[in-house]
């Protein structure tokens, strides 16, 4: 039997990041501006020391419209 890789799978080790960033309260909330649409975005970062200088590591964003609207859930 194979094993099918999901997105969900994917993004595993990025959400297992952004839980220990939360745990250990480096995290924030930024807005940025989307490049193709200029649309102004929520995006979850990690907070990332490198070489003394603080670095934001985008992890996820917000939906700005309804999330119920723009989605199909998986079966």
Same mark, same amino acid.
């Given at each position: 039997m194979s094993t099918k890789k999901t997105i =969900?799978?994917?993004h595993k080790n990025n959400f297992e990041t952004l839980q220990r960033a939360i745990k250990s309260g480096? =995290?924030?909330l930024m807005d940025c501006v989307e490049k193709a649409t200029s649309?102004? =975005?929520a995006v979850i970062c990690a907070i990332n020391m490198v070489n003394g200088e603080y670095q934001m590591v985008p992890m996820a964003r917000f939906f700005n419209g309804n999330p119920y609207k723009e989605l199909i859930p998986p079966n």
């Open positions: =969900v799978t994917g480096q =995290v924030c649309e102004h =975005v």
